[in-house]
């Protein structure tokens, strides 16, 4: 049974819509969503497939939907709303899944793997990154940001980070609009968002691991709008 991951935002049940297994056989991602009208929740759902039983979910992105989101991009009827596949991979390399989502406009990256050591330590089923969808015909956005104001918190947990900004082309920024922030003081505090809340001088995201930092920033942001890729 697909139930919805630990501190989603959406309260109804997950409709699963695809589904792919690693190549060595050991394990199934289903990729699934919640839809509660004025936002979508994806994530992703690991199944031993020795033990047909489930043994993570990943949170993946909490969108909000504008009121003409789905008249633009029709990700309500598009064929797959999320959709997943697996790198290659053996024994001696890593697998990753991947998994479009048409709401948030972007592609998850999770870690299949445990990364003990290095910069960016995390267990298996690790939401890794983000890839941008590609360009569509809605123009984005760019972003100074000068502020940063986050919580000291135990990695990992769901944490709202406020960033303070001026625009510097580009449509006013909206729930919804999936941020790619970099050049923050410190790194933690880079990665691509979807914006849970915005004015036209702060915006905020959701964080599973920020850092404090006080200090006036030079950041940039750049912003593409909600909804822009159809799925496949």
């Not at 935002?9 to 297994?21: D, E, F, K, N, Q």
């Not at 199944?47 to 489930?54: A, D, E, P, R």
């Not at 135990?154 to 919804?176: E, I, K, M, R």
Request: negative net charge; aromatic residues 6%; glycine residues 10%.
């Amino acid at each position: 049974m697909i139930t919805p991951a630990t501190g989603s935002a959406c309260a109804s049940v997950p409709v699963p819509a695809a589904i792919t297994v690693l190549g060595d056989g050991s394990r199934a991602y289903v990729a699934s969503y919640q839809d509660d009208g004025t936002q979508i929740c994806t994530q992703a759902t690991v199944i031993n497939t020795g033990t047909g039983l489930v043994t993570s979910t990943v949170a993946l992105s909490q969108t909000g939907l504008p009121a003409n989101a789905i008249s633009q991009t029709n990700c309500d009827v598009a064929r797959f709303r999320v959709y997943a596949t697996s790198s290659n991979g053996s024994t001696n390399s890593n697998f990753k899944v991947y998994v479009s989502q048409c709401d948030a406009g972007t592609v998850a990256i999770v870690d299949t793997f445990a990364v003990p050591t290095g910069p960016d330590p995390h267990p298996a089923e690790w939401l890794a990154g983000w890839l941008a969808s590609p360009v569509s015909s809605f123009p984005g956005s760019q972003v100074s940001i000068t502020g940063v104001s986050a919580p000291q918190v135990t990695c990992p947990a769901a944490t709202q980070v406020t960033y303070s900004y001026s625009l510097l082309n580009g449509p006013a920024l909206q729930p919804g609009m999936t941020i790619y922030i970099g050049g923050m003081s410190i790194g933690a505090n880079d990665g691509a968002f979807p914006i849970v809340t915005a004015t036209p001088s702060s915006f905020a995201v959701s964080n599973t691991c920020p850092a404090p930092d006080s200090t006036a920033q030079n950041g940039t942001g750049a912003v593409i709008p909600p909804l822009l890729v159809p799925g496949p």
